[in-house]
């Protein structure tokens, strides 16, 4: 893909991560449902895999 479009996933992702992630050190999901939790915390594994796969991906190039 090269830098252009794999840095912008990157950073996009990036935001979405440390979002949710202050959001929860802050305590703002303190409400709400186990499943929402869960479904919270299995978002934000899926993003670092994202993460993961895009930097492999332009390592092999």
């Known amino acids: ?3 252009g479009p794999s840095s912008w996933i990157l950073h996009m992702a ?3 991560l440390i ?3 202050w959001g929860l050190i802050l ?3 303190k409400g709400v449902g186990k499943k929402t939790l869960s ?3 299995i ?3 899926v993003i670092l ?3 993961l796969l ?7 190039r």
């Open 1 to 3: 893909m090269g830098n």
């Open 14 to 16: 990036f935001i979405i």
């Open 19 to 21: 979002a949710n992630v």
């Open 27 to 29: 305590k703002e999901w």
């Open 39 to 41: 479904t919270i915390i």
């Open 43 to 45: 978002g934000i594994i």
């Open 49 to 51: 895999l994202s993460v």
């Open 54 to 60: 895009v930097g492999w991906g332009n390592s092999m």
